[in-house]
C-alpha cells in the first residue's frame, strides 16, 4: 500500500499558464499507437510487449535485477538500454523502445501539459526468489473508488484478474506512467513557472536542494530541516505503488505580504506506516520577511494535469492577495493557506492531488518533536539547522 503523495503546500502564485495549443506536439503516434491528444499511453499494450522480451532469460534476469535493486522505480529506457545486446533486435524491442524515448523528449522539450514518463517497478511482497509465475500489470484508469478487479497477465499473456485491496501473494511487475522520473519534471517545471511569475527566487534554480551546493556560498544560511517524517494508512489499492511526493513551502517576503513559495520533491518518502529520516532543508528564512512559514500536505496522483493544478491553486491565492496588503502579516499568512485549500479540486478524494495534512506557522530556531498536522495524518520533526559558509 502507498500513503498520500504529499504536496508541501504553501502560495502559489500568479496567472494563469497557457495550455499547449499544438496538438501535433501531442500527437505521438507509432505504428504500434501510443499517444495523442485524447488517448493514454496504452500500458496494457507495453506489459504484454515486456512479457515478449522477458521470454529471453538473459532479459529476464537482468531486469529482475534492476527492479530487485532499485527503488522506488526504473525508467523503462534504462531497462532496455541495459539489455539491448540481448533483445535489441526484436520488433517488440524497437516499439518500446521507440515509445519511452517519444516520451521522455516529449516530457523534456518545452512545458507540455501532460506529462508521461514509462517506469516499472515490482511488487513482491514474500520476496521470493522464484520467478516462473511473475505477472505484468498496470494501474486501472479512472476513479479509483470504481475499480473492481486489478487486470494482469502471466508469461503466456494470459489474463489474471488480481483483487484490487488484497496484496498478491506473487510477483508482480507494474507498467507505470506517472512515478518517479514524471514527478522530477513536474516539480522542476512547476518551480520554474512560480520563478517566472515572481514568488521564488532563482536559489533552487542555481543551487538545487544539496547541502553542498549550499555551502558554496558566500555567506551561511538559517533553515530549517525535516528530521524524520511518518504518514498514516491511506487503505490505497496497492497497484497504485509507491508514493510520489513532492513539497510546496511558503512564506511571506516583504512589507506588501507578497508570497515566497518552493516546490521540493520528497523522493524517499513511499510508503506509510513507515518512519524516514531525510534530513532535508525544507525552509529558508532569508527567503522571508518574518519568522514562520506554513507547510500543507497533498497526494499527488495520476489524473490531475500539473499546469491545471499551479493554475487553480494560483487563480485562488490571487484572490485573496489582493485584498490582504494591510493586513498584519501573520492574518494573511494563514489567509493564504486557507486559499490554496479552497482552490485544490472539488475530487480530491478520487485519485486526484489529495489534501493530507497542513502544518501551520512553523517558527523559525524553533524545534518540533513528533508533531502532528491539523488532520493528524502526518507527524513530523522539525529543527534549525544552520549551513555555515566554506
Known amino acids: 500500500m502507498r500513503f498520500p503523495r504529499i504536496l508541501f503546500a504553501g502560495i502559489i502564485a500568479s496567472t494563469v499558464m497557457s495550455s499547449c495549443s499544438n496538438s501535433e506536439e501531442l500527437n505521438y503516434q507509432s505504428e504500434s499507437g501510443l499517444l495523442n ?18 521470454k529471453n532469460q538473459s532479459f529476464k534476469t537482468k531486469t529482475l535485477h ?13 531497462v532496455l538500454d541495459e539489455s539491448a545486446s540481448f533483445v535489441g533486435k526484436s520488433t517488440s524491442y524497437q516499439n518500446l523502445a521507440t515509445k519511452a524515448s517519444k516520451l521522455e523528449s516529449f516530457a523534456n522539450e518545452g512545458t507540455p501539459d501532460k506529462i508521461e514518463i514509462l517506469e516499472l517497478w515490482m511488487l ?24 473492481s478487479v486489478i487486470e494482469a497477465y502471466n508469461m503466456n499473456k494470459e489474463v489474471v484478474y488480481l483483487d484490487v485491496n488484497k496484496v498478491p501473494d506473487q510477483p508482480v511487475i507494474v507498467v507505470e506512467t506517472n512515478g518517479f522520473e514524471t514527478l522530477k519534471r513536474e516539480v522542476a517545471l512547476m518551480n520554474e513557472y512560480l520563478r517566472k511569475e ?29 528530521d524524520k517524517i511518518r504518514l498514516n494508512d ?10 510520489e511526493v513532492y513539497a510546496i513551502t511558503s512564506g511571506i517576503k ?17 510508503h506509510d506506516k513507515r518512519d524516514y529520516y531525510p534530513n532535508q532543508i525544507l525552509l529558508f528564512w532569508d527567503d522571508y520577511e518574518y519568522q514562520a512559514a506554513n507547510i500543507q500536505l497533498f497526494e499527488k496522483d495520476d489524473n490531475t494535469n500539473y499546469k ?9 491565492v490571487f484572490q485573496i492577495i489582493g485584498t490582504v496588503s494591510t493586513q498584519p502579516w501573520v492574518n494573511v499568512l494563514g489567509q493564504v493557506a486557507g486559499a490554496i485549500i479552497q482552490a485544490m479540486p472539488n475530487s480530491w478524494y ?26 493528524g495524518n502526518a507527524k513530523v520533526n522539525l529543527s534549525p539547522f544552520f549551513v555555515a559558509s566554506n
Request: no cysteine.
Open 234 to 243: 491511506d487503505e490505497e489499492a496497492w497497484i497504485s505503488g509507491a508514493a
Open 124 to 147: 513482491n511482497s514474500n520476496k521470493t526468489k522464484d520467478f516462473s509465475n511473475v505477472l505484468f500489470s498496470f494501474a486501472p484508469e479512472g476513479d479509483e473508488k470504481n475499480w
Open 350 to 375: 478520487t485519485n486526484n492531488d489529495d489534501y493530507v495534512d497542513s502544518f501551520y506557522t512553523i517558527e523559525k530556531n524553533k524545534s518540533y518533536s513528533n508533531y502532528y498536522g491539523a488532520r
Open 254 to 270: 516583504d512589507s506588501s505580504n507578497s508570497p515566497e513559495i518552493k516546490v521540493i520533491p520528497m523522493y524517499y518518502l513511499d
Open 66 to 78: 534492476l527492479l530487485e535493486n532499485q527503488e522506488p522505480s526504473v525508467p523503462l529506457s534504462k
Open 308 to 316: 491545471d493544478l499551479v493554475s487553480t491553486i494560483v487563480n485562488g
Open 198 to 226: 515572481g514568488v521564488q527566487n532563482s536559489r533552487f534554480e542555481k543551487l538545487g536542494n544539496n547541502l553542498s551546493d549550499l555551502n558554496s556560498r558566500a555567506q551561511g544560511l538559517e533553515t530549517t530541516k525535516l
Open 37 to 54: 491528444v485524447d488517448q493514454q499511453v496504452n500500458k496494457k499494450e507495453v506489459a504484454l510487449e515486456l512479457i515478449d522480451l522477458m
